[in-house]
């Protein structure tokens, strides 16, 4: 497995910006598909992001897409979700995650490793 730490998290004003980073260690992390999830009180786990080993392909969820953008930088181990145009409705702990040598996926069951969350509130 990966350990993987997030940072970058806060409180923002609506219509903020946010930059998370997620920083690996433990294995090869060019060879690690990486994704964003999130996880707001009372509800599941939803994917936000994914990004594939090379950074040439993503995808992400409708509700997020053309605000949120993830890319990573495999010289120095980390992925970033830069978060533009903040709702209320983005508060959530968020989490990095990281899959083995396979594509990308949108499903949080596939991942096999994980970080601790970092918060981020958006106020109204």
């Known amino acids: 497995q990966v350990q993987m730490v997030e940072s970058g998290g806060g409180l923002e004003q609506a219509g903020g910006s946010l930059r998370l980073s997620c920083a690996a260690s433990?294995?090869?992390?060019?060879?690690?598909?990486m994704g964003w999830f999130r996880q707001a009180p009372g509800k599941e786990r939803e994917f936000v992001a994914a990004?594939?080993?090379?950074?040439?392909?993503?995808v992400y969820a409708d509700s997020v897409k053309g605000r949120f953008t993830i890319s990573r930088d495999n010289a120095k181990n980390t992925v970033y979700l830069q978060m533009n145009s903040l709702k209320p409705e983005d508060t959530a702990v968020y989490y990095c995650?990281?899959?083995?040598?396979?594509?990308?996926?949108?499903?949080?069951?596939?991942?096999?490793?994980w970080g601790q969350g970092t918060q981020v509130t958006v106020s109204s």
């Open positions: 995650a990281a899959r083995w040598k396979v594509a990308l996926s949108r499903t949080p069951e596939e991942y096999d490793s």
């Open positions: 433990g294995r090869t992390f060019s060879s690690d598909a």
């Open positions: 990004i594939t080993q090379s950074g040439r392909s993503t």
